[in-house]
């Protein structure tokens, strides 16, 4: 593999949302030869537990499973052929939060009530020393609302900031602008033709019965301005998705559009472009490519 001196940081908020949303794109990039760094906010500590045998991990029994998580993570890796990933400020730094409303979201060290500042710093560290000329975030909701990827989305946003600034702790390292920055996004034409193709099938399951116009995740497709379409990654990432085994069942609920919809649903993944020059496209056409315009 030729190293292409391109650099990808990405910023996730719990284990496992790095394959849902941009697995074949870290996938496709590591292959090309780009260096590809991810960064995961929490170890994922309230997770429900999808494994009969591993319930004693979850957080109201022995509070377990992020430890558990750091491995079903690096398995995913593995996989994706990512060897640059990191937990903010070290593995447990910033505690899983829960949804808002409950009482992990009121703990005084959940990634929800994290010192912004504090937080940011840790990762302009990263920033400086990986000088990335693409990160990817969510956006301002979180892509569904939940607190720690609408935090994910602020402590980047500001990283992102002050990493440029020189006059911003000098001794993190060199000043860095990054070029692009990317959220994540899921197209709403995508997850209706999923969802109708789901009650076509006869399904009744609780995401086939959804309003495909009703969802807090899917993004309306004018506002989608790249497609990373990486279908010779699609195995890959069922495989990586299926290594996070205690929070993923690949075989139902959302993953179910996998089996209907193929690589239009879970081999191509999407984003809007916030920062950075656009690549060429024609009228009506997204970007194919999170380093288009990029000059070095």
């Not at 949302?17 to 590809?36: F, L, N, P, R, S």
């Not at 703990?107 to 560290?125: G, K, N, P, Q, Y």
């Not at 010779?232 to 919809?261: C, I, P, R, W, Y």
Request: hydrophobic share 40%; proline share 4%.
């Amino acid at each position: 593999m030729t190293n292409s001196g391109k650099r990808l940081l990405l910023v996730h908020a719990h284990p496992d949302d790095e394959t849902i949303g941009t697995g074949v794109t870290m996938a496709k990039y590591v292959k090309d030869g780009a260096q590809v760094t991810l960064v995961t906010c929490t170890l994922g500590e309230e997770g429900e537990v999808l494994v009969p045998d591993l319930v004693h991990l979850a957080a109201d029994q022995q509070d377990a499973l992020g430890e558990h998580r750091i491995g079903e993570l690096a398995d995913a890796m593995q996989i994706l052929g990512v060897t640059d990933h990191r937990f903010l400020g070290g593995p447990g730094r910033f505690r899983d939060s829960g949804m808002m409303g409950v009482p992990s979201n009121e703990r005084t060290d959940c990634f929800w009530r994290a010192d912004l500042l504090d937080a940011a710093t840790e990762l302009v560290a990263i920033i400086r020393e990986v000088r990335p000329h693409v990160v990817v975030t969510y956006d301002d909701f979180g892509g569904y609302g939940h607190p720690d990827h609408i935090q994910a989305h602020r402590v980047t946003h500001y990283a992102v900031a002050l990493a440029e600034s020189s006059s911003f702790r000098p001794d993190l390292g060199t000043a860095w602008s990054v070029p692009k920055v990317y959220w994540t996004a899921f197209p709403r034409s995508i997850i209706r033709n999923g969802i109708m193709a789901l009650r076509e099938q006869g399904s009744d399951s609780e995401f086939a019965a959804m309003d495909p116009d009703d969802l807090p995740f899917a993004c309306d497709d004018e506002l989608i301005t790249t497609a990373i379409e990486a279908t010779e990654f699609l195995d890959a990432k069922m495989e990586a998705l299926a290594a996070h085994k205690t929070q993923v069942t690949v075989d139902g609920g959302f993953f179910a559009l996998s089996n209907n919809l193929g690589s239009q649903a879970m081999g191509t993944e999407y984003f809007r472009l916030v920062r950075g020059p656009a690549g060429q496209r024609s009228d009506g056409e997204w970007e194919s490519d999170l380093f288009a315009g990029i000059v070095e």
